[in-house]
């Protein structure tokens, strides 16, 4: 029970640390992916390189966690708030030409990261660029302006 319980507290404490610590350009998984990624790892190998090496521990754990955040995902799609919260929301970066400075300083992203996203879409130069949006997985979307 003990392991289930520091499970429990461990999913809650990583959730928020990842959130706090803020997106970065190039992320494929949301924060929220993270912490399990993460924490399942540390749940494992606390298992086989700590005191208590049980099985059922260590099960009794990895299922905590999974079912958390099962249980997450399902209060996510109910709650759009609480998906808000813990996933974030789209930041916009570049807008009709203009920079959003207080996105970019907020996300600590430079004008160099934008552009080298654009580069990967096939754009070329900041004329090109309607708006460039900071996604809450991390990637920078590029969209293009109409010819």
């Not at 912490?35 to 749940?43: C, S, T, W």
């Not at 079912?67 to 609480?82: A, E, G, N, T, Y």
């Not at 970066?93 to 654009?118: C, K, T």
Request: with cysteine; charged share 20%; aromatic share 8%.
């Amino acid at each position: 029970m003990y392991t289930i319980v520091h499970s429990f507290i461990g999913y809650f404490y990583l959730l928020l640390t990842i959130r706090v610590l803020r997106r970065r350009p190039g992320a494929q998984i949301t924060p929220f992916e993270f912490v399990i990624v993460f924490l399942m790892g540390g749940i494992i190998i606390l298992a086989t390189m700590g005191d208590d090496h049980s099985v059922t521990n260590t099960v009794g754990a990895v299922m905590t966690v999974g079912l958390l955040h099962r249980l997450m995902s399902c209060w996510k799609m109910r709650f759009p708030r609480l998906g808000a919260i813990i996933d974030g929301t789209p930041l916009v970066l570049l807008q009709n030409g203009e920079w959003q400075m207080e996105a970019m300083r907020n996300a600590h992203i430079q004008d160099d990261d934008v552009m080298a996203s654009a580069r990967t879409k096939g754009v070329r130069n900041l004329s090109e660029i309607k708006y460039a949006v900071l996604e809450r997985n991390g990637a920078i979307s590029i969209i293009k302006k109409q010819n």
